[in-house]
Each structure stands twice: as structure tokens, then as C-alpha cells.
């Protein structure tokens, strides 16, 4: 009989991350070691009435506390952390299953405490693990937690069905570090020997159904199953059963795992698992059906909440905003980049940086590859400088390439997106983090604080760095006033076609990181939209919860003078107009012009400017048939003349084609758009 295989996605809630050291040791014994992951969860509950987005404070908290975590992972087990806000703990939890696709939820639950007062409603563990259990988007298992245990004895009462099932599968799992499984099935006091027999029989053969390894089993009779069990706990080290369904008592008390696992969960000081399959046990295990009513309508109120874009808006900006320093630790972040198998390339675009191109290589070099191999390539990206940027980057040892001499027979255009496009070109890794290069005060957080949440979170696919931005003005160095792109065309256009974006602080920020398998399947407009493209496109394909952002304190850079802005405005406008049209599928603005009139006087003259600003697009480079071929050369998939290639390579072309002449532009000379540095 093929057994059923261990759950390769275990999903831990911690109140305290001090005292999960266990609950990580028994989450680790029960996976899939082979393709397999602990995600250790942290919940932050926001009271009502205040909004979910006042949680980001206490998630960065949770978040490095959740840090600690780490060090309890067992060799040749992978740990992530995450932490989400809600209402209750129990909301969390069950959302963050079902986006992980747990295949099993592991609570550490303390025994009880207290007894509870009279005629108030009382918890079978608490609150929070009742309220998960009755709702179970999957397997359940509530460890009752003993002393520190080095595991010998496993006993585990069954008397069949899926969740004893599960309770012997676990119990094996346990037994992998050198523990001994001993099965036991109670039987009534004074039953004749051939009922017995029966017993024995029944016994052996479940056994050798869902049983891996040896298994002791043992039919004894007991006038009182519970003590029976609580006496050959005290003779185990730990016990783990399956739920069982017994109907409510007479005075009305009903079991979410059974009475005889719960009492046994409760009395023993021994460390007890009590497992349950996602299925129900029966209805008497639950509330009474009103109650039940009462839930189900209330879990369907949340979940109209949840859709409600205002509250995804605060939860994901709690949830999803972190800070430079939780990743501030280079050799953690190293560490867990390895053990996913990640790699990271660092691509610095740059146009005339001379001034400050070094100093940054010198130090990513040294901080980020050499001190702590965080970034596996350095790319500079040059935009056909005309000072020394490409020879200065070289001298400190970046690998430099000239946008317009990349995929030559695309032709080539000015503009900051274009560079980026053809970067993914040019760079391997999993990772791909860009960074602005005239930055002043250029630190290594502008790396690591964009590539730690891809690190640390696999749901994340695209992160944005935020930060305070002073601006020059007559020579002085002022605090505020930056961002005025931002602040005047972006954030007024998001809030009114893109709301679900609206929680993003710096949307236009030109540091930012994505995996490939995102990156290489979005369109990038040449110039100054593309990161109101990128994050227009994200969203559409990964949601809001694909997204993060990070503080990365402050940032000094060059700021462009007012009609620089003014035309930067005006391209971002107008690929925020095509994204509306392509959405809804119609021509809203049949009129909207690709050139921009600059009023211009003086010297007793007046006229008008004309500058061409259309931002082109270039298409998914998946959809490049050179790329295609380079990335299948790097995972030595076979030769060039496999058939396999062939027909990538053709459907490449064939895709690349419909994108018609954004794919074969001429090369432009360098107009109103050539200067493209952060400016917003």
C-alpha cells in the first residue's frame, strides 16, 4: 500500500520565539526532508477601530524577534519566518495556511493555566487554536508541551480511522532520530479471548498498512481507558493521538479533538501530540449548529473585509513593510541565501557618474562580495557616458557593459528602462536588485535591504526602497521636499486608478529588487516609467502580497531642476493611461499626444519647445530568442540543435514579433530624455 508522504510545508505559530525550540525540533521530525520548508509564524493583532496599518511598528519587532528562530534549524532543514496582522491571532493563522499551502499547522499549547470563572465561555486549548481547529484549512497538530525531551519511548493509543492514520505517520517520523513507536490498543476489561484475537488481528494489520519502520503493538485490557493511557504515558517520553469523535456530554460540553485525547493532552506531564486530519469528526465535536451559524457568518463578514481594498491596503502595508536593519546581519542573510540555492546580481545603471561611481563599486565590492558574498555579479549598466564612469567602475573592479552594444539588432533607446531591460540581458542571478548611482551618502542597505525580504519571505516577488530625501536648494542641503514627482503626479494617479498600490511610500524609487522568473516575464518601458510600469505589471501577476517595501533611512542625491520634473510627469502619465486602456480593454484617450510644448522667453523672443516624449516598451525579455538561448546554455539543458531549444527559440521569435517595431528600434540621439536619474 503507498503510504501517505510527510507534509513538506509545516507551518509554525509562536507566541514567544524563547521557547519554540521544541515546537521547531518535533516541525522538523515530521517533513519532508527532501523538498521540504518550516515556515515559523508571528501574529500582531490590531485592536478594532485602529487601523491594520499600525501594526507595521510591532511586525518589524515580531519580525527580528522571529530572528532567533533560525538558530533552533536543524541540519539540512530550511526555516523561513513571516509575520501577519489581523483582528485575532486565529485569522492570521489561517490565512497565512491557506497563501502557504500548509500541509500541516504545529501549535505549542502550555496546558491549562487557570480555572475558568463561572459561567464564562471556556476554551478547549484557547481561543486562538479552538478557532483554528473548528476551521482547519488543514492537518492540525497541538503539541502539549512537556520537559525537554530527548525522544525514546513513543506511544501512541489508537483505535483506528484517518486520524490515527496520521498519529502512527507521525510517530514514525518522530522515531527517525532513534526513538521506538509502541502502538496501543485498549480494549474492554473481561472480553472473551476469540473478541480479542479479533482486536490483535485488526491491530497488526492497520499497522502494516500505515506503519514505515518497526513497530511494537500491544492489545491490553482496561476497565478505564484514561488512566490506562495516562499510566503508560508516565512510562513514554512522549505520546502522540489521533482525534477522536465523541459525541457532547450531557451537560452540554462538546471536544474539537475528542474527550479521551483532551484529557489525556491535559493530565499528562509528558509531551502530548494530539493530531486531526483536515476532515470533520463529526458534528457533535463542534458547536451547536447556531453557533456554528454564527461562525461561518461571521468568517464570511471577514473575508468581504479582507477583499475590501482599504483594509488589504493597511494589512499588506503592516505586514509588508520592513526595515534595512532586520537584514543587517550579512552573514545570517548569506547563510539563508545559500540554503535556498539563491544567487544575486547586483546591476548598477549609470549615465556621466564619474564622481560617484567608484566609491560605490569599491564598497559593494568589499561589503557585499568579499567580506559577505551576498552579490554573486556587479554589473554596471552605462548609458554611453561621456566622462570616465565606464573606466572608473572597471578600476574597482565591476564588470561594465554599454546598453546600447547589448542585443544590437534590437536597436537601442535612451532612457533608464532600457538600460534595466537589457541588464537581464547581461546578469544570471535569481535575484536581480538595481541601485541608483548618484547617490552621495550610498550605502550597502541599499543592497541588502532589497534583497533581504526576497531572502527571507518566498512570497515576496518584487521589493522597493524607501527613504527620506533631502533636496538642494541654493546650495543648501534641506530636509523633505524630494519626491516631488511622487508627491504630485504618482501618488494622486495610483490613488485613483491603482488604489490597492497606495500603501507604497516611494513608488518611483530607483532601488528595488525582483526574482528573475518575475522580471523576465514583465514588459519595461525604455525611460522614465519604468517603475510605475513595473509596479503596475507586478501587481497584476503576483497581487499586492507579491510586493514588499523597505526603509532604507536616507538618501542624497542630485535633484533635477522643475522642467526636468515637468517632462518626467508627463511620461509617467502616459504610461499610466496605456496600462488604463490595456486593462480595460478600450481607447480612453484616442487624442493623447506624444509631444510636450515648453513655453520658452526671453531675450525679447517667445516660442514654443517642441520635445518628442513617447516612453516605449520593450517586450518580456522570456520573449527574446538570444535570451532563451543564453539562459538554456547556463542550466546545460543540451545542445543548440535539440529540438526542444528549437521550438523555444521559435515561439520566442514568434511572440518577440507581435510587439512589432519595439522590438527593431533605431538608435535615437540623445534628446530631452537623456538624462534619466532619480529625480522623483
Not at 128 to 146: M, Y
Not at 147 to 167: D, F, N, Q, S, W
Not at 306 to 322: C, D, Q
Not at 426 to 435: F, K, M, N, P
Amino acid at each position: 500500500m503507498t503510504r501517505s508522504p510527510l507534509p513538506s510545508r509545516i507551518l509554525i505559530p509562536v507566541a514567544n520565539p524563547l521557547t519554540a525550540e521544541e515546537l521547531v525540533r518535533i516541525g522538523a521530525a515530521l517533513l519532508d526532508r527532501k523538498n521540504g520548508s518550516l515556515t515559523v509564524l508571528g501574529i500582531v493583532e490590531v485592536p478594532e477601530g485602529t487601523p491594520l496599518s499600525e501594526g507595521a511598528t510591532m511586525a518589524r519587532q515580531a519580525r527580528r524577534l522571529l530572528q532567533r528562530v533560525l538558530d533552533y534549524a536543524p541540519e539540512g532543514v530550511t526555516i523561513h519566518t513571516a509575520v501577519r496582522i489581523g483582528r485575532r491571532a486565529a485569522e492570521g493563522v489561517i490565512e497565512a495556511a491557506t497563501e502557504l499551502d500548509a500541509q500541516l499547522i504545529v501549535f505549542g499549547w502550555g496546558g491549562k493555566t487557570h480555572m475558568p470563572k463561572p459561567g464564562a465561555e471556556t476554551s478547549v486549548f484557547s481561543p486562538t487554536i479552538d478557532e483554528v481547529v473548528r476551521d482547519a484549512p488543514c492537518n492540525i497538530a497541538v503539541v502539549k508541551q512537556g520537559a525537554p525531551m530527548e525522544i525514546g519511548r513513543i506511544l501512541v493509543p489508537i483505535r483506528g480511522g484517518p486520524h490515527a492514520e496520521l498519529a502512527l505517520q507521525f510517530a514514525d517520523a518522530l522515531a527517525r532520530g532513534g526513538g521506538r513507536v509502541e502502538v496501543l490498543h485498549l480494549v474492554p476489561a473481561g472480553i472473551t479471548p476469540g473478541i480479542k484475537a479479533q482486536a490483535e488481528k485488526a491491530l497488526n494489520h492497520f499497522i502494516r498498512q500505515h506503519a514505515n519502520g518497526q513497530v511494537k503493538q500491544t492489545v491490553m485490557e482496561a476497565p478505564n481507558f484514561r488512566n490506562a493511557i495516562l499510566h503508560e504515558a508516565d512510562q513514554s517520553d512522549v505520546v502522540v493521538m489521533g482525534a477522536s469523535a465523541v459525541p457532547a456530554t450531557s451537560d452540554g460540553r462538546t471536544f474539537l479533538f475528542g474527550a479521551l485525547p483532551e484529557a489525556v493532552a491535559t493530565r499528562s506531564k509528558k509531551t502530548v501530540i494530539v493530531v486531526k486530519t483536515g476532515e470533520a469528526i463529526g458534528a457533535a465535536t463542534f458547536d451547536q449548529l447556531e453557533r456554528r451559524e454564527e461562525t461561518l457568518a461571521a468568517a464570511e463578514k471577514a473575508a468581504a473585509e479582507s477583499r475590501a481594498v482599504p483594509l488589504r491596503v493597511e494589512r499588506w502595508f503592516g505586514e509588508s513593510n520592513f526595515h534595512h536593519r532586520e537584514f543587517g546581519d550579512l552573514d545570517r542573510l548569506v547563510h539563508l541565501k545559500e540554503q535556498a540555492g539563491l544567487t544575486v546580481s547586483l546591476v548598477l545603471p549609470a549615465l556621466n557618474e564619474a564622481e560617484t561611481i567608484g566609491t560605490i563599486v569599491g564598497r559593494a565590492r568589499r561589503e557585499l562580495m568579499e567580506r559577505h558574498p551576498l552579490v554573486d555579479e556587479l554589473l554596471v549598466i552605462d548609458s554611453d557616458s561621456t566622462d570616465r564612469t565606464r573606466e572608473i567602475a572597471a578600476s574597482e573592479g565591476a564588470r561594465v557593459a554599454i546598453h546600447s552594444q547589448v542585443l544590437a539588432r534590437y536597436g537601442s533607446y535612451c532612457g533608464k528602462g532600457e538600460a534595466l531591460w537589457k541588464s537581464l540581458y547581461e546578469t544570471c542571478g535569481d535575484i536581480v536588485v538595481w541601485a541608483d548611482t548618484d547617490v552621495r551618502n550610498w550605502h550597502p542597505r541599499m543592497v541588502y535591504g532589497t534583497v533581504g525580504p526576497l531572502i527571507a519571505e518566498e512570497r515576496l516577488q518584487y521589493v522597493k526602497g524607501y527613504y527620506r530625501r533631502p533636496i538642494v536648494e541654493d546650495g543648501i542641503l534641506k530636509e523633505g521636499g524630494g519626491g516631488r514627482v511622487t508627491e504630485l503626479v504618482a501618488r494622486p494617479l495610483i490613488n485613483l486608478f491603482y488604489p490597492e498600490l497606495s500603501g507604497l511610500i516611494q513608488p518611483l524609487s530607483g532601488e528595488y529588487a525582483g526574482r528573475r522568473s518575475l522580471l523576465e516575464t514583465i514588459p519595461f518601458f525604455t525611460s522614465y516609467a519604468v517603475e510605475i510600469g513595473h509596479l503596475i505589471d507586478v501587481a497584476e501577476r503576483c497581487g499586492l502580497e507579491g510586493l514588499g517595501q523597505v526603509d532604507l533611512e536616507r538618501r542624497i542625491h542630485r535633484n533635477q531642476e522643475l522642467a526636468g520634473l515637468s517632462q518626467m510627469s508627463f511620461v509617467i502619465l502616459q504610461a499610466v493611461m496605456k496600462r488604463l486602456e490595456e486593462k480595460h480593454k478600450t481607447s480612453l484617450f484616442a487624442e493623447l499626444g506624444s509631444t510636450m510644448k515648453l513655453p520658452r522667453s526671453g531675450g525679447g523672443k517667445l516660442g514654443l519647445e517642441v520635445i518628442e516624449l513617447a516612453d516605449h516598451e520593450r517586450p518580456p525579455m522570456i520573449h527574446i530568442p538570444e535570451y532563451l538561448e543564453k539562459r538554456r546554455m547556463a542550466a546545460g539543458a543540451g545542445n543548440s540543435g535539440d529540438a526542444t531549444g528549437a521550438a523555444a527559440r521559435a515561439g520566442a521569435t514568434d511572440s518577440a514579433l507581435a510587439w512589432g517595431s519595439e522590438l527593431t528600434a533605431e538608435p535615437r540621439p540623445r534628446g530631452a530624455d537623456q538624462s534619466w536619474r532619480e529625480a522623483r
